[in-house]
C-alpha cells in the first residue's frame, strides 16, 4: 500500500532544519504510562557512550532488559554500572555482549549468541564511526566509513531480521532502528555512476579525503538498504526504521578529531544537545 508524506528530505533534512532541531527542539521523554516494555529485551549498539547510552537509559526505565553490544567489555561493565545507578534498574536488566563492526566474525557470532535468547523485541543499532582521516579496513579493505557504518551494519541488521521475527514477544511485531544522518541530504555520492559500486571504496578518495562526504555516502547507502530491505520484509513481522538524532553530548563518533578544529566544533554543537545525567 503506498504511503504518502506531507514532508521532504530537502525541508526535513537541511541545515535550517537541522539547526531549529539542534537549537530549539527538545523531544519529550516517553514515560512508562504511555509505553510499557516490561517483559520485553532490547538489543544496543554503541550503548557505553552517547546515543546508545541514552537509549539504553531510556528502554531501561520503560521496564525493558537490555543488551549493551560493545567493542570494549570493560567499558560496557562501566555503562552498566552507570545505568544500575540511574534508573529503577536491577544489574541483572543489563548484560554486555562483545561486537566489533569492524569484524564480520565478530557480527556473525554476535547474531549466533542472539539465537539463544528466549525473547528479542528491539534492536537499536546507534554505533558508528566518522573517519578524519581516511583508514581501511585490513582484512576487508573497505574504508572504514563504509565498512562499519553500511557493510557491518547491513549485516548485522540481515543477522537479526529472522531473530526479531522469531523471538519477539508478544503480537506486536519486531523493531529495528538504524541511525542515519542529516548530511546524507548533502552528500554528493559521486560514486553512485560507479558500476559495480563497491570495489570504489577499496580506493583512496580523488583528489583528497573529504571526510564529510565520505560519511554522509555510507549514510545514503544505509537508507538505500533500507528501502530495499522495506520492500522484503513484511511489517507484521519487523518494523525497520532509521532516525537522524543529530548531535549528541558526549558521542565518541567522531573520536579521531579530538584537538583538531573538527574535533572542537563537533563538541561545540553535540554540547547544544545533552543527554540526560
Not at 56 to 69: F, M, N, P, S, T
Not at 204 to 225: A, D, H, I, N
Request: net charge neutral.
Amino acid at each position: 500500500m503506498a504511503v504518502n508524506f506531507d514532508a521532504s528530505s530537502e525541508n526535513e533534512a537541511g541545515l535550517l532544519r537541522f539547526l531549529k532541531s539542534q537549537l530549539l527542539f527538545t523531544p519529550p521523554l516517553i514515560t512508562r504510562e504511555e509505553v510499557d516494555l516490561a517483559g520485553k529485551t532490547a538489543i544496543v549498539t554503541g550503548a557505553n557512550v552517547g546515543l546508545g547510552l541514552e537509549c539504553a537509559r531510556q528502554l531501561l526505565d520503560l521496564g525493558c532488559k537490555v543488551i549493551l553490544a560493545v567493542r570494549s567489555e570493560a567499558r560496557g561493565e562501566a555503562a552498566r554500572r552507570q545505568l544500575a545507578q540511574g534508573c529503577d534498574a536491577q544489574l541483572d536488566d543489563v548484560e554486555i555482549w562483545k561486537l566489533d563492526l569492524n569484524s564480520y566474525d565478530s557480527v556473525v557470532n554476535f547474531a549466533e549468541r542472539a539465537k539463544t535468547l528466549t525473547g528479542l523485541d528491539i534492536a537499536a543499532l546507534d554505533a558508528g564511526i566518522y573517519k578524519v582521516e581516511d583508514s581501511f579496513n585490513s582484512i576487508t579493505g573497505y574504508e572504514e566509513d563504509i565498512q562499519v557504518n553500511y557493510l557491518s551494519n547491513a549485516l548485522r541488521t540481515l543477522l537479526l531480521v529472522p531473530i526479531l521475527a522469531d523471538k519477539k514477544t508478544g503480537d506486536a511485531p519486531g523493531r529495528i532502528v538504524l541511525v542515519s544522518s542529516g548530511i546524507a541530504n548533502a552528500t554528493k555520492f559521486n560514486e553512485k555512476e560507479s558500476n559495480p559500486i563497491l570495489p570504489v571504496f577499496k580506493k583512496k578518495m580523488e583528489p583528497k579525503w573529504l571526510f564529510k562526504e565520505r560519511y554522509g555516502t555510507s549514510k545514503v547507502l544505509v537508507q538505500m538498504f533500507v528501502a530495499e530491505l522495506a520492500k522484503r520484509v513484511p511489517s507484521s513481522a519487523v518494523v525497520v526504521t532509521v532516525a537522524s538524532p543529530g548531535f549528541c553530548h558526549k558521542s565518541e563518533i567522531i573520536r579521531d578529531g579530538e584537538g583538531r578544529f573538527v574535533g572542537l566544533l563537533t563538541v561545540s554543537q553535540s554540547r547544544l544537545r545533552s543527554t540526560s545525567e
